[in-house]
């Protein structure tokens, strides 16, 4: 045992001191070739700072001059920038900065006095900091301090006779006083083994509450991937859970896999277009950040109609409600849903807020909303409204045609009141388009409707479509009444059709009607 040790301790020691020595050196290494690219990029930010001010010297103001810096904050990821006349005053300065910056460092007064390129390294409040000097166009200097891995501003002085601009990276400090490079390969290793235990375990099937899905920054995309991957296969293993227990029970109740072969043996080579005011995916801004979220509105719609778009990989036309959604479409208007696993096109309409107003919160919600629930409320009809109803219809109807031009035989779903008018729109400029429209509201009797100015429209409107759908058969009852007595139009009460104008409309009850797409 003696001599095991005798032997071990020594080739111990000699290994343990080669790896310190290669260690230390490789920090050196290290550090130098980040200063020298510290050095590198400081004085190009810098120096495009210092010609931009140059540039604009003779012409520029106090509030230009702040409004030219202001541009380089966001794109360099800068905190902000100041500037000093040669007595010290502040000439311009950027939102962000501390207090303290309202007076130039001593750096930046020594820093004037210099006409030679130089650079080195200073520490400014408990930072290591890179400083850049060099003269610019007329003999002045520029002096510019900058971190390595994210460039925050903390100063920035430039005025008649010299800038200087200062980067702050709280990781500075961090990289020349604690290296952590030796443990950035086991850090690494230990990562992977936890990730490929993770999937293991997702692939065996095995509940394990204990394991969890490693969090690293490094793994941040895998992480996205690996846990759209769980989720799709743990759905897959679900959806043939519950179709195996159907097939045992013999049951014809619906599931995910089930309405897809549905809709394709039905819809086969046909496209389905879906018209709602309501979008299934809204995105806003942040009030705090000002980032980008997105939010799925609690809408029955959306519930019931996803599936359905989900399974045919159809396109959702909607109302671009979100105040950032302009911000994630293409072009063409058009974003890729759902986010996680992209199956359906949205596409979406622009409507002013005047717009919105006479079309969706005048003529559809304090007009046809209160008549056909017969509510206590008495509706209120405006011509303007109406106005606005028939061009945001027309709108919708162009939208829908754009984004079946060369479809062949499409199909379109269109939902609820808001859009009355939109199957005769899309069926007489699409006669080979197969046009049905849901009615999410109740039908009232014909002298409930019969209030309205412009109910003659309306049914023709909607006798544009095939199929026109209710809730109950009482709806349509009342909806074959109401044209029987406003328009000359053929009414078949045993088939619930309408003959008018060489076509025929068929009048259906939910889930009925859904056979017939």
């Known amino acids: 045992m003696r001599r095991t040790w005798n032997l071990v301790l020594p080739l111990a020691i000699s290994v343990a001191c080669v790896s310190l020595c290669y260690t230390f050196l490789q920090i050196r290494t290290e550090r130098r070739n980040l200063r020298n690219e510290l050095t590198r990029r400081s004085a190009i930010v810098a120096e495009n700072i210092a010609e931009s001010i140059e540039s604009s010297r003779d012409k520029v103001t106090s509030k230009n001059l702040s409004h030219l810096l202001y541009r380089y904050v966001p794109r360099e990821s800068l905190s902000g920038i100041a500037v000093y006349d040669p007595s010290g005053a502040v000439r311009a300065i950027t939102p962000g900065l501390?207090?303290?910056?309202?007076?130039?460092?001593?750096?930046?007064?020594?820093?004037?006095?210099?006409?030679?390129?130089?650079?080195?390294?200073?520490?400014?409040?408990?930072?290591?900091?890179?400083?850049?000097?060099?003269?610019?166009?007329?003999?002045?200097?520029?002096?510019?301090?900058?971190?390595?891995?994210?460039?925050?501003?903390?100063?920035?002085?430039?005025?008649?006779?010299?800038?200087?601009?200062?980067?702050?990276?709280?990781?500075?400090?961090?990289?020349h006083h604690r290296p952590r490079l030796h443990s950035c390969a086991l850090e690494f290793h230990l990562s992977a083994c936890q990730h490929a235990h993770w999937l293991r375990t997702l692939r065996s099937g095995v509940p394990d509450s204990s394991r969890v899905l490693p969090k690293d920054e490094m793994f941040e995309q895998i992480h996205t991937e690996a846990r759209h991957l769980a989720q799709d296969l743990n759905f897959a293993r679900a959806a043939a859970q519950e179709e195996a227990q159907l097939r045992e029970s013999q049951s014809s109740l619906w599931t995910p896999d089930r309405l897809r072969v549905s809709l394709q043996s039905k819809l086969q080579d046909n496209s389905l277009f879906v018209v709602s005011n309501r979008e299934p995916y809204m995105h806003v801004f942040n009030e705090r950040d000002h980032s980008i979220q997105m939010l799925i509105p609690a809408s029955g719609v959306v519930t019931a109609l996803e599936p359905v778009l989900d399974a045919c990989h159809g396109t959702w036309i909607a109302n671009g409600s979100g105040n950032a959604d302009r911000e994630v479409v293409d072009s063409n208007d058009h974003l890729q849903v759902p986010p996680a696993r992209p199956t359906y096109t949205l596409r979406r309409v622009w409507l002013t807020p005047e717009?919105?107003?006479?079309?969706?919160?005048?003529?559809?919600?304090?007009?046809?909303?209160?008549?056909?629930?017969?509510?206590?409320?008495?509706?209120?009809?405006?011509?303007?409204?109406?106005?606005?109803?028939?061009?945001?219809?027309?709108?919708?109807?162009?939208?829908?045609?754009?984004?079946?031009?060369?479809?062949?035989?499409?199909?379109?779903?269109?939902?609820?009141?808001?859009?009355?008018?939109?199957?005769?729109?899309?069926?007489?400029?699409?006669?080979?388009?197969?046009?049905?429209?849901?009615?999410?509201?109740?039908?009232?009797?014909?002298?409930?409707?019969?209030?309205?100015?412009?109910?003659?429209?309306?049914?023709?409107?909607?006798?544009?479509?095939?199929?026109?759908?209710?809730?109950?058969?009482?709806?349509?009852?009342?909806?074959?009444?109401?044209?029987?007595?406003?328009?000359?139009?053929?009414?078949?009460?045993?088939?619930?059709?309408?003959y008018r104008q060489g076509r025929v409309a068929r009048v259906r009850p939910i889930p009925s009607a859904l056979r017939l797409l």
């Open 98 to 175: 501390p207090v303290r910056f309202d007076q130039p460092p001593p750096e930046t007064l020594r820093a004037m006095k210099l006409v030679a390129p130089a650079s080195d390294f200073v520490a400014v409040e408990d930072s290591t900091l890179t400083s850049i000097r060099f003269p610019s166009s007329r003999g002045r200097t520029s002096r510019c301090r900058c971190g390595y891995f994210r460039r925050q501003l903390h100063s920035g002085p430039r005025d008649a006779d010299s800038a200087r601009v200062l980067f702050h990276c709280p990781g500075s400090d961090h990289l």
């Open 355 to 498: 717009e919105d107003r006479g079309y969706y919160e005048g003529f559809s919600n304090e007009g046809l909303w209160p008549l056909c629930h017969i509510a206590h409320t008495r509706p209120i009809f405006r011509p303007e409204d109406w106005s606005e109803y028939q061009r945001i219809n027309q709108r919708f109807a162009d939208a829908v045609l754009q984004e079946m031009r060369d479809v062949a035989s499409p199909v379109v779903l269109a939902q609820d009141y808001h859009f009355a008018l939109l199957p005769r729109m899309v069926k007489e400029a699409r006669p080979d388009a197969r046009v049905a429209i849901f009615w999410h509201i109740p039908w009232p009797n014909p002298e409930v409707f019969g209030i309205c100015p412009w109910q003659s429209e309306l049914l023709d409107g909607l006798l544009g479509a095939d199929l026109i759908g209710f809730h109950i058969r009482t709806h349509c009852s009342n909806f074959l009444a109401t044209v029987d007595r406003a328009l000359e139009a053929l009414t078949d009460w045993d088939r619930f059709e309408i």
